[in-house]
T-cell receptor, first 106, second 119 residues
Framework: EVVMTQSPATLSVSPGEGATLSCRASQSVSSNLAWYQQKPGQAPRLLIYGASTRATGIPARFSGSGSGTEFTLTISSLQSEDFAVYYC????????FGGGTKVEIK | QLQLQESGPGLVKPSETLSLTCTVSGGSISSGNYYWGWIRQPPGKGLEWIGSINYSGSTVYNPSLNSRVTISVDTSKNQFSLKLSSVTATDTAVYYCARVALYSPFDYWGQGTLATVSS
């Protein structure tokens, strides 16, 4: 099983500031990596796939990078609606999710 | 617009079988090279993939749940279903259904349904 590790567990950020979230895979997943956003009581929403391609309708302030085992999600300037939990997911070898990073208001 | 909707009992007794159905609307479950999957999320915790199925009935399961999971498809009803046997309290979770293509992420999700295991 490919283990996905996200850091930090919680990130405190002021509105308008940027945020960088990390995701590490226990073995290479190539670029088969997605990022999701989840708000309380809602299903996850696909943000990024292929490590760096934004899904339909996702604002340009969200960007993804990385390949192999190290990945990053960057939010350039946090808006109020961006405070949520973010999950990475690999789909190179079965499917596994990271434990999530909660982005909270500082 | 593709929509998915989970349904099923919200309460299941320990040792029994949890059964859920996902109804797909706004598109055919038989079209395209898609799989249809189940993902769960225990209260306050992260996401766990359970398994996926395509329109012809080909399945892939999470190895950690493989012995207890059965996923089936009914193309005439545009539905697919999950059965999880011998449940315990640790199976209490919100269960989501979602669409996925091979080597792709889950792009459409249902709203989720809470299944509680309790006597």
């Amino acid at each position: 099983e490919v283990v996905m590790t996200q850091s930090p567990a919680t990130l405190s950020v002021s509105p308008g500031e940027g945020a960088t979230l990390s995701c590490r895979a226990s073995q290479s997943v190539s670029s088969n990596l997605a990022w999701y956003q989840q708000k309380p009581g809602q299903a996850p929403r696909l943000l990024i796939y292929g490590a760096s391609t934004r899904a339909t309708g996702i604002p340009a302030r969200f960007s993804g990078s990385g390949s192999g085992t190290e990945f990053t999600l960057t939010i350039s300037s946090l808006q109020s609606e961006d405070f949520a939990v973010y999950y990475c997911q690999q789909y190179n070898n079965w499917v596994t999710f990271g434990g999530g990073t909660k982005v909270e208001i500082k | 617009q593709l929509q998915l909707q989970e349904s099923g009992p919200g309460l299941v007794k320990p040792s029994e079988t949890l059964s859920l159905t996902c109804t797909v609307s706004g598109g055919s479950i038989s079209s395209g090279n898609y799989y249809w999957g189940w993902i769960r999320q225990p209260p306050g915790k992260g996401l766990e993939w359970i398994g996926s199925i395509n329109y012809s009935g080909s399945t892939v399961y999470n190895p950690s749940l493989n012995s207890r999971v059965t996923i089936s498809v009914d193309t005439s009803k545009n539905q697919f279903s999950l059965k999880l046997s011998s449940v315990t309290a640790t199976d209490t979770a919100v269960y989501y259904c979602a669409r996925v293509a091979l080597y792709s992420p889950f792009d459409y999700w249902g709203q989720g349904t809470l299944a509680t295991v309790s006597s």
